[in-house]
């Protein structure tokens, strides 16, 4: 009896699903050339950008946009992994075959501590630098002060507000999280004493839909100036905004597009000095001991990016004006932001 | 705190209309799951379904421009991966659960690269939304009137829609064939109901109405679409399916539920000032899971019998299954 053709589909779906794995987080090497090549009189580091989302996504596209830059300056070699998997023992997988592969940097964009760690111990000689709590001798940390930036809008959020009443929303009640929210009430209660914050924690860091009703519910409450800590929770607050016609902050890149009328501004988060500084140390032979890289508003790592579309009020010029004073006092070393990042 | 802030007839409003929106995904998801089960198929590919009908449905409206032709093609790709199902499921009777799951990973794999590789890298993009319709009289009715009849008009189709497939299961001749494969089979068989059409039929519905799901939580609550833009709304559908004891309408109802709770607790959070109110966000959290539990297991024990349809998960071979 001939067989059927059908027969074979479960094969074919098998092999469609591993193509799909594979192309979901797949290496995207656009052939930079290979290792070793001189430019400007410099070796070319050999590095590896891991990603836990799409770039389409504002926090892996400010990650990506900072390597490739260095990559377009000739300081490096790219291969880089989006959505990368989220747990421990894939993720060390992933940036364990980078450590094989002869790269010389690994930079890991997200909170992997113990992938880290576990993949610096098997490869003493790989330098890392990711997001953590504990330095190793080759595992360095990615600072992430946004909550700079963050006091800044909530200075501007204190002078736009008319109910007096502020929110903000997180994915979770993270340090990088509650350091933002407090940063941004901080600085709306130094321009007006009368603010009252609400801050939502949605328990979720992609789902948008929950996003946009976390916001939804601050509105109904009388907020009228908002911001937001994560991917899903941002999106669905851009949504909401733009739907209730009030005013609101985007968060880690540019999101003037998701609602230009409404955006005041975004809390931006630049990775290139970071990664810039990673390279340079592995150059130098100075990675080791590892340490901590921090870049604020005074070394360009973070800003507030206002977008000029932005129509709902009008911003009240003496509180521009002591915004900037602001930001130059911070860049200046004159005026520290309170650091709250919870317990 | 004070509750009037939540449960006072204006913010009540407010919060009932918002969780059946946001509900409605959910709700369409799992009203066509229960179809599915109850014809004997447990099709775990509803994430799937509700994740490449989003996608699908926000690229034709984002080219083409129309809400419209965005939800047909929603609803088109989740009957296309509903066929799927059925094709490895009924036709070649494969492990239901492996199917299931396969499509879920296909799906997530697939709608990524094909977003990453349209827009990696730029500005999201972003459709227009539609706007709300009141229904004339209807939404005059005290109470009901603003929760249900203020809406837009995903939300009225997906109402009756579901509504309709409750009906179709229950009153309707093609519904008494899709219980009776998913009890007895054989029994279907010998009375000249084909089991494989009838069960075929059910994923098509099923698939629809998951990609129907997708449509309405892109184009009509979210206008952008993200990487697992779904959030596992799959997941909790299949779970409201035994919450709801197969009975369509007791799982839509479990759907509104599940929704007003997570809807609650939000809103609770924002009047007892998120931080800095004394009980821990994660309490809130918890919230709609343990109002879920508890009610279903107050309904398990009130009914007393096992709604389950018996042949649930089994693959119909001639003359082999009793």
Known sequence: MRRKWWRAVPIWLATAVL????????????????????????????????LPCATSDPWCKQGFDGAKALERRGEIDLEVTTSAPQDTAGVTRVLAQYAQGGN?????????????????????????ATYAFELRDNVAILEEPIYQAAYLAGMLAGGITESNTIGGSAGQDVPLCHAELEAFEAGAKRVNKQVKMIDTYIGDWNDAAKGKQATQAQIDQGADVVI???????????????????????????????????????????????????VKDVRNDSFRPAKRYEFGLADGGVDLKLNDRYAVKEIPADVMRQMEQVKDQIAS????????AGT | MDWSEIFGPDALVVLLSTSVAFAMPTALAAVGETVAERAGVLNLGLEGMLLAGALVSFLVAYYVGSVALGT??????????????????????????????????????ITLFVFEKLFGGEEQPTIAGIS????????????????????????YLSLALALGVSLLLTRTRFGLSVRAVGE?????????????????????????????????????????????????????????????????????????????????????????????????????????????????????????????????GVPFRKGVNA
Not at chain 2, 132 to 137: A, F, G, I, Q
Not at chain 2, 141 to 147: A, L, R
């Open chain 1, 228 to 278: 937001a800590c994560g991917g899903g929770p941002a999106t669905g607050m851009a949504q909401a905004i733009k739907e209730a016609n009030i005013s609101g902050f985007g968060y880690v890149g540019d999101m003037s597009s998701q609602a230009p009328k409404n955006l005041v501004g975004s809390v931006m988060y630049n990775l290139e000095p970071y990664f810039e500084a990673a």
């Open chain 1, 19 to 50: 193509v799909a794995g594979a192309a979901g987080c797949g290496d995207d090497d656009d052939g930079a050339g290979g290792g070793g090549e001189q430019a400007g009189g410099q070796e070319k580091v050999k590095t590896a950008l891991v």
């Open chain 2, 72 to 109: 047909v093609a929603g609803v088109a790709i989740g009957v296309v991966l509903g066929a799927l199902m059925a094709f490895l499921s009924v036709s070649l009777r494969t492990e239901q659960i492996i199917n299931g799951i396969a499509i879920v990973l296909v799906a997530q794999g």
């Open chain 2, 184 to 312: 007895s089979p054989a029994a279907a068989e010998a009375t000249a109901v084909s089991v494989a059409r009838t069960r075929w039929l059910a994923l098509l519905v099923c698939g629809g109405m998951a990609g129907l799901g997708g449509a309405v939580l892109v184009l009509g609550q979210l206008n952008v679409f993200e990487e697992d833009v779904s959030g596992g709304r799959g997941w909790v559908a299949i779970a409201l399916v035994i919450f709801g004891r197969w009975n369509p309408l007791l799982v839509l109802g479990g759907a509104f539920l599940f929704g007003f709770t997570d809807a609650l607790q939000i809103r609770v959070q924002a009047v007892s000032g998120g931080i800095a109110s004394s009980v821990p966000t994660e309490i809130f959290g918890a919230l709609p899971y343990v109002v879920t539990l508890a009610v279903m297991v107050a309904a398990t024990v009130l009914a007393g019998r096992d709604a389950q349809p018996a042949a649930l």
């Open chain 2, 132 to 155: 709300d319709v009141e229904v004339p009289l209807l939404h005059d009715i005290p109470g009901v009137g603003p929760v249900v009849f203020e809406q837009n008009v995903l939300f």
């Open chain 1, 104 to 128: 010389q940097l690994l930079l890991a964009h997200s909170t992997w501590q113990d992938a880290a760690f576990d993949v610096a111990e098997q490869f003493p000689d790989v330098n890392i």
């Open chain 1, 333 to 340: 070393g004159e005026f520290k932001v309170p650091y709250e």
